[in-house]
């Protein structure tokens, strides 16, 4: 997939409303994109779509999870009050970053277009009130009607998004809402794409999982639904940026990210970074000794057990309107899943496969390898 397409590709899908829970528009736009790319669909009890693409192999086939989840950060209406809106979060939306912002109400008839109120300092100064950020339950939209028709047309429940047009940086970087994890979703598509005109052994399971914010809903279903043997899980990570003190993390255009730790396949890890290294491609190491905080974390314990890897790609300015990604590094990213995948062989789960047996006898050795 060329950089072009690939960079409209990722515009749309950044600008489809899908917070946690309400992922149908970018769940069908997904389907549209892979289905030339695919041999079937199947969508799960939650809502995840999962995409195979029929390996050629020998039957039964080994299957690959990857996993994206489509869902965004996103907020809803909690009260109507004389015309104004207060908010509520769904998944982490931070609140600094509200004030003054302009956002688009979903209503059942259409979509309205506010902003957040921002109480100016004269007022603020005259009456010893905060001149810092609000806390959600003191945040109310604007939509400039009447309250008898704000009454009529919202409801409480309605979705809240930011109004976020993609702003095209320098350097090949785009910033705007719902990179994470959109940046992902592209991609597996860029990945797709690769492996199109190639023959592989094993299944491939391209998941666009739901409801990730808000508790990784979605991998632990899609992974229980697909029954992967192992699993590759894409998501954003931290890129260094300006105004953190101490910050060591790698630019956007690096990368991308391979998680180290125990909630990550030591053989699966070390594999791909051989493969990194054949294509002389960069795969920073990102050390994780807990909860990764992704789709990896729920598919890694589905059933009885998926050797999992986490790829990170790295933007700025996480979970705001103006997420910053780099379109090469998720290129980078999709083809070196599709390299890895195009190599796969039928009997390479006995290659990483977890011997207790072996342990054992290292351990009555005196061997703590």
């Known amino acids: 997939m060329d950089t072009k397409k690939l960079k409209e590709h990722l515009i749309t899908l950044s600008q489809l409303t899908g917070p946690s829970g309400h992922e149908g528009d970018v769940r069908a736009y997904v389907r549209e994109t892979w289905a030339d790319l695919v041999d079937e669909f ?3 009890g939650l809502g995840s779509l999962v995409a195979i693409k029929r390996g050629t192999g020998q039957e039964p086939r080994k ?3 990857l996993s ?36 688009l109400v979903h209503t059942r008839e259409k979509t309205l277009k506010g902003v957040v109120a921002t109480p100016p300092p004269h007022i603020t100064n005259q009456t010893g009130g905060k001149k810092d950020y609000l806390p959600f339950d003191q945040q109310w939209i604007d939509l400039g009607l009447p309250a008898e028709a704000v009454d009529k047309m919202v409801r409480i429940g309605d979705l809240v998004t930011m109004d976020a047009p993609v ?3 320098m350097g090949d970087l785009l910033a705007t809402k719902a990179m994470d994890d959109r940046a992902s979703v592209a991609a597996v598509t860029a990945c797709l794409q690769h492996l199109k005109p190639r023959d592989h052994n094993w299944d491939v399971h391209a998941v666009a999982s739901v409801q990730e914010e ?3 809903k979605g991998a632990a279903t899609a992974a229980y639904h697909t029954r992967p043997d192992l699993a590759i899980a894409i998501d954003v990570g931290f890129a260094q940026q300006p105004g953190v003190s101490g910050d060591e993390h790698i630019k956007p255009t690096e990368g991308p990210l391979i998680g180290i730790g125990p909630n990550f396949h030591n053989g699966l890890v070390a594999d ?3 493969k990194a290294k054949e294509l002389e491609m960069t795969l920073v190491v990102e050390p994780t000794p807990g909860r990764s905080g992704t789709d990896a974390w729920a598919i890694q314990v589905s059933r009885q057990g998926v050797p999992t890897i986490l790829f990170s790609i790295p933007i700025r300015n996480m ?5 910053t990604v780099s379109v090469k590094t998720v290129e980078r990213t999709g083809r070196l899943m599709a390299e890895f995948i195009s190599g796969l062989a039928d009997d390479y789960l006995d290659a990483i496969a977890w011997k207790p047996d072996e342990e054992t006898e290292n351990h009555a050795n005196g061997d703590d390898a």
């Not at 979970?319 to 997420?323: G, I, K, T």
């Open 42 to 44: 199947e969508v799960d």
């Open 214 to 216: 808000v508790g990784l």
């Open 272 to 274: 791909m970074q051989r």
């Open 167 to 169: 702003t095209e940086l």
């Open 63 to 65: 299957r690959i999870m």
């Open 319 to 323: 979970h705001s309107p103006v997420e």
């Open 68 to 103: 994206a989840h489509m869902d965004e950060i996103g907020l809803m209406v909690a009260e109507i009050k004389n015309g104004y809106l207060r908010l509520e979060r769904v998944g982490g939306m931070d609140s600094r970053i509200m004030l003054s912002k302009p956002v």
